[in-house]
């Protein structure tokens, strides 16, 4: 009977459903970064058919919606400029109320990829980061860059939930977060001031292919067989980060209500296996990730592969797959690609020059996004071939004052004639010009010129501030198109 009458008197005492309470995802959570002067979503679930108010501090109003009758609520709630002052977010409804702390409003992009991006800013084993020592121990929880890694899971259907927690700038986790996305927040700082905090949403694998990335919507208009989805996976199911679609559903979809400014994409070294069908699949790609994010605009600036040259017999693959990551830029508007022809290891798959890519990446944000950089963000960009006599003239767009460096010859050219065969080709940037001039003796008259095609090229070619030049392939008789054709004939 007495304990009988203390079950009672504890059930009257709590909530008649702790179920029912507001119930938020992890990204909505003390020390988040929310984009700054935007209609920004927020959701969770509570009960049914119940009212929520949700309260920013910023806000002299609240703002009020239903719960659906699946126990699912959202809403849109405008932000203020961004600044360093913390603002809270109280949520309520009849079953209670939470607050959301700490939380400021900025610049917020989404970061993916495999290894290159997931590489944390302590290195991995035996791979350190330049200077990542003195960013870990120089951290202070004051600075305002925020990071949310989404913990590796997978799915056979799209989620709504995942796991991780928005992370201040300590050292230890500073330590734990990519270098590469890192380094992009630091820059982006440097040159929008102090007090513009940088929100990171980082969702990364290293040795995934981008199938796994792609919607299952993307991926059945890409060809893709989706068979597998129709068991449920997890991280022991065989070959499963092979199955398209199963990153997404775990460690993207969540993640897409989330209001950001842009996205950076770091990947593609494990896609050589098959160049022509990768630049196939990422112009899907980057469609799904911006109808996943409701934004036909999304900036996605992403990094070409690294000069390496252990892949052995896929090495073949390398210079055609660089060659569809050029493409990419054609094929979509809102895109930008980091060259990294000049930062690679040849002996390392994982460079260890990430400062380098994240301010590149920057560039582009702070040019296109932010109009903070009129002069130079993407090195060199093919644009045309003419030609005089025996020798072939090269014209570029995106030069940032011309190409360079000027009367030196340049390595890593080749010309091919009628036959198609390529042959190593003289290049040099002439000084009266300034144009770049490519002569080849073996040729009567040059009908194709490529750069850097190999799997471990050396960049000679860079604009007038230092940025490389990325692979290109040309033909004479298209020489007025921009467009890269990758056929292995090219």
């Not at 969540?254 to 069908?277: A, H, I, R």
């Not at 390392?348 to 009129?374: E, F, M, Q, S």
Request: aromatic share 10%; proline share 7%.
């Amino acid at each position: 009977m007495k304990k009988t009458l203390i079950l009672a008197l504890l059930c009257l005492s709590s909530p008649a459903n702790s179920d029912a309470r507001i119930q938020l995802p992890s990204l909505i959570s003390d020390n988040m970064v929310v984009q700054q002067q935007s209609d920004i979503r927020l959701w969770g679930k509570a009960s049914p058919g119940s009212e929520i108010s949700v309260s920013p501090s910023w806000s002299s109003v609240p703002f009020k919606t239903f719960v659906d009758n699946e126990g699912r609520w959202e809403l849109f709630v405008p932000t203020p400029a961004a600044s360093k002052t913390p603002y809270s977010i109280t949520f309520s409804d009849k079953d209670g109320s939470s607050t959301v702390s700490n939380v400021l409003a900025g610049e917020v992009w989404f970061c993916s990829g495999q290894s290159n991006m997931e590489m944390p800013m302590r290195g991995y084993r035996h791979q350190p980061v330049d200077g990542g020592l003195d960013v870990i121990i120089c951290a202070r929880d004051t600075t305002p860059i925020r990071m949310f890694t989404v913990d590796k899971a997978v799915s056979s259907e799209p989620l709504d939930s995942c796991s991780g927690h928005w992370a201040l700038n300590t050292s230890d986790e500073v330590a734990e977060c990519s270098a590469t996305a890192y380094f992009f927040a630091e820059e982006l700082r440097k040159v929008l001031g102090d007090d513009i905090p940088v929100g990171l949403i980082i969702s990364v694998w290293g040795g995934t292919t981008v199938q796994p990335w792609m919607s299952p919507s993307a991926a059945t208009s890409a060809g893709l067989d989706l068979s597998r989805l129709n068991e449920p996976v997890d991280r022991t199911t065989p070959d499963v980060l092979n199955i398209p679609s199963t990153l997404y559903n775990a460690m993207v979809s969540p993640v897409l209500p989330f209001t950001v400014k842009g996205m950076l994409w770091y990947q593609g070294e494990s896609n050589c296996s098959d160049p022509g069908l990768y630049a196939q699949l990422m112009p899907e790609f980057v469609k799904c990730m911006r109808a996943g994010f409701g934004r036909d605009d999304l900036p996605f600036y992403y990094v070409q592969i690294a000069p390496h040259d252990g892949y052995g017999d896929l090495s073949d693959n390398v210079a055609p797959l660089r060659l569809a990551q050029s493409h990419l830029m054609q094929q979509l508007p809102y895109c930008g690609m980091v060259v990294t022809l000049d930062i690679g290891n040849r002996y390392c798959i994982h460079p260890t020059d990430k400062r380098t890519v994240g301010k590149r990446l920057a560039y582009w944000a702070l040019a296109k996004d932010y109009g903070k950089n009129d002069f130079a963000f993407s090195g060199p960009i093919f644009d045309r071939m003419e030609w005089d006599g025996k020798r072939a003239l090269l014209f570029f767009s995106n030069t940032g004052g011309g190409v360079s460096p000027l009367e030196q010859e340049l390595n890593g050219f080749e010309a091919a004639g009628e036959d198609g065969i390529y042959h190593p080709a003289r290049a040099i940037v002439e000084c009266e010009t300034g144009t770049l001039s490519v002569y080849c003796d073996e040729i009567d008259e040059i009908k194709k010129v490529r750069y850097a095609h190999s799997s471990c090229p050396t960049a000679t070619l860079f604009d007038n501030y230092q940025l490389p030049a990325a692979p290109f392939t040309t033909c004479l008789l298209d020489y007025q198109s921009s467009q890269i054709n990758i056929s292995e004939n090219e």
